[in-house]
């Protein structure tokens, strides 16, 4: 399976959170919040649960990130 496309990838101001917005194989758009824990050396993990959620292009994904996630219309 290949990976989507990472289009746009914001942190949030403490760095534990992101949101990677970006192109399926199939040409859609979606995005995901994911967080990583400093302690833990695994890396960043999917926690938003919006990754099933389809866009026609990056603008729209972007603005239901913005509506959805609190702290991704601060930046």
Do not use: H
């Not at 942190?11 to 400093?38: H, I, K, M, W």
């Amino acid at each position: 399976m290949t990976k989507p496309l990472v289009i746009t990838s914001r942190n949030s101001a403490d760095g534990l959170l992101c949101v990677d917005v970006y192109q399926r194989t199939d040409g859609s758009f979606g995005f995901e919040e994911f967080r990583r824990d400093p302690e833990d050396a695994s890396g960043w993990y999917a926690v938003g649960g919006f990754s099933d959620l389809r866009f026609n292009s990056a603008r729209n994904a972007d603005r239901d990130a913005a509506a959805r996630v609190s702290w991704y219309g601060d930046g």
